[in-house]
């Protein structure tokens, strides 16, 4: 992933991101980035095609299943996260991770006692 600008945020990602060997990213992560990209930050078809691309041969991409989306609906119920926050923790989860990194969730929540959400940038 390119950080055109050196901004605090990107820096405390290209942190994290250089940590990891293999980063798993949900596709839902994929959609509203590249959407993102598109609506909000003015970036053009062809560098959208290339951040996908990017993602694929870096990240461990985690596409929904029938189990991630059922999950999803417990952890609607459970936790009253929308539908979409609530199917990428349940990627998370079925995929055993123990962190998951995001701005817009509780940061400091723990989920079914194995996934703690972290706000990278607090």
Do not use: H
Not at 51 to 73: E, H, P, Q, T, V
């Amino acid at each position: 992933m390119v950080f055109p600008t050196l901004t605090r945020k990107n820096m405390k990602l290209q942190k994290i991101f250089c940590y990891w060997m293999i980063l798993p990213v949900s596709t839902q992560v994929i959609n509203e980035v590249s959407n993102n990209m598109l609506k909000k930050l003015g970036f053009d078809e062809p560098s959208v095609i290339e951040f996908i691309d990017s993602c694929y041969k870096r990240y461990l991409i985690i596409s929904f299943s029938k189990d991630i989306l059922l999950k999803a609906s417990l952890i609607r119920t459970k936790y009253r996260y929308s539908y979409w926050d609530s199917t990428i923790i349940a990627s998370a989860l079925k995929n055993k991770c123990d962190i998951l990194y995001s701005e817009d969730l509780n940061s400091g929540q723990e989920i079914e006692e194995q996934l703690k959400i972290v706000n990278p940038f607090k």
